[in-house]
T-cell receptor
Framework: NAGVTQTPKFRVLKTGQSMTLLCAQDMNHEYMYWYRQDPGMGLRLIHYSVGEGTTAKGEVPDGYNVSRLKKQNFLLGLESAAPSQTSVYFC????????????FGSGTRLTVV | DAKTTQPTSMDCAEGRAANLPCNHSTISGNEYVYWYRQIHSQGPQYIIHGLKNNETNEMASLIITEDRKSSTLILPHATLRDTAVYYCIVRVHNDYKLSFGAGTTVTVRA
């Protein structure tokens, strides 16, 4: 089925460890986004990309890096995980057309101990 | 982007219409109103959007006041599966970065 796929779905990291979250979409969308959601809060934009090879900072980019080497993939990296990065991470994609909605993935639940 | 104000929570009876208000009194002429919902533990799901005319799709209806300072999302026949957090978002036409606030937690009761 067409959509946005996130891997892994769950992960537990120790403080200081690194990891990469993968987001893949098969809808030929130009724009891709990474959000985090903490308990009782809305989603906050971490980084986004407006096309292959491009990335830009969102609202809360510190402690994260991203790459968009292929149009269908958007990677989110944590170089040195901290407990404050415990959260649920959502990836989304959209067409370049301004009036279309976003398609979100099912989320990655990350716990840093 | 214009800010939005939504009630924190609301209840609705199954089978009845659910009317979700959103205030966006500082909206600009080129800003669209978007509605998304997030069912527990899932990613947000796009519902509907509009500029100034009322809109309807298979999921819901969107009523925007003539002065565009507020809108109402209508779920015509709420079911238990409509229990979710509903987000009202106002977005500038050339800004593709959505911002999600706390939304309205809607509980549909049998």
């Amino acid at each position: 089925n067409a959509g946005v796929t996130q891997t892994p779905k769950f992960r537990v990291l120790k403080t200081g460890q690194s990891m990469t979250l993968l987001c893949a979409q098969d809808m030929n969308h130009e724009y891709m986004y990474w959000y985090r959601q903490d308990p009782g809060m809305g989603l906050r934009l971490i980084h986004y990309s407006v096309g292959e090879g491009t990335t830009a900072k969102g609202e809360v980019p510190d402690g994260y890096n991203v790459s968009r080497l292929k149009k269908q993939n958007f990677l989110l990296g944590l170089e040195s995980a901290a407990p404050s990065q415990t959260s649920v991470y959502f990836c989304a994609s959209s067409y370049s057309d301004r009036v279309t909605g976003y398609t979100f993935g099912s989320g990655t639940r990350l716990t840093v101990v | 982007d214009a800010k939005t104000t939504q009630p924190t929570s609301m209840d609705c009876a199954e089978g009845r219409a659910a009317n979700l208000p959103c205030n966006h009194s500082t909206i600009s002429g080129n800003e669209y109103v978007y509605w998304y919902r997030q069912i527990h533990s899932q990613g947000p799901q796009y519902i509907i959007h509009g500029l100034k005319n009322n809109e309807t799709n298979e999921m819901a209806s969107l009523i925007i006041t003539e002065d565009r300072k507020s809108s109402t999302l209508i779920l015509p026949h709420a079911t238990l599966r409509d229990t979710a957090v509903y987000y009202c978002i106002v977005r500038v036409h050339n800004d593709y970065k959505l911002s999600f606030g706390a939304g309205t937690t809607v509980t549909v009761r049998a």
